[in-house]
């Protein structure tokens, strides 16, 4: 069959095939699990990737603990945003004194109700209640603004305690609470859906024309379970756009600095490229940590802690 009938066929399935991807593709907008998988920022889409997986595989000890994990890097990486966009307009909250307590200690860092604390304050906060319209903290101190959020996050908190301290779930009772954490965790990142439209960029290079006034930017942006992206150029007004720095673009296109809060590289330990915040401040170096697996590297050189000091938190 190699006349018209077959080629006619070949056409009914080739138009068919678009047809079904597009419904397919039409009906996944409502998944909020593809949504996180595709379009939150890396570090939340990995550990959301890593909770399904677990979930799915049968090993409840695993997927448990990824749960509680994705739970608290998830306040821990909007808290982050939340302290860079502050002290970018000079605003202190005073959860912040309890960070630098712990980073300063040395021996543990901060954790689950230290992220939880800043997110709280900035749902309250009349210091940021005049803040511009389309400024993105708006939309991120809602996240706990709303009781079943909130509710969710302190149910999580105590779970998470509890690991912490050898009260863990008997091994009979581990199918029923992963269901509800995992209720509880879908509930937080319902609320964070708005980080779906405050994408991750790395900036890669920047190059500025004097005589334009604006710079060509090369950036990767980080959306979705996994950090190998293409890189894209966009124009930007700006000249102190700093190459490898991590930024927040907002939905005005705006970007927002979120060094020395956020860090992208890569990984000493796995090799792949993660992003790390301040987790310990020991003596002469800064103990930076990832918040995809857990991994640590250690920066000694002096700019680094004297960084952490311009910004607040040492």
Known sequence: MSGPPARARARVIDSGRALRLRAEAASLLDDLGHSVRTRFPYPIAYRWRESEARISAGDAQA???AILDTAEQLLCYVAQLVLALTHARQITLGAVTA??????????GPGFGDWANVLNEAATSRQLNNLPEAHPLNDIRTLLAHADAEN????????RNDQAHLRRVDPIDLPHAIDVAFADLTRLVERARFLADLPLLEVTDVRWDAFARSARVEYRELAGDHPVVPTRTMTSPSNDLETGSLYLRDTYGSLHLLRPFLIGRDCPICRTWSTFHAERVPKGAVVFKSLERGHTWEDTSPGA????????LV
């Open 152 to 159: 969710a996050r302190q149910a999580l908190s105590e779970r």
């Open 305 to 312: 802690r004297r960084l952490l000091s311009h910004v607040g």
């Open 63 to 65: 997927a448990y603990a």
């Open 99 to 108: 960070i630098r307590d712990k980073l300063a200690g040395g021996r543990s």
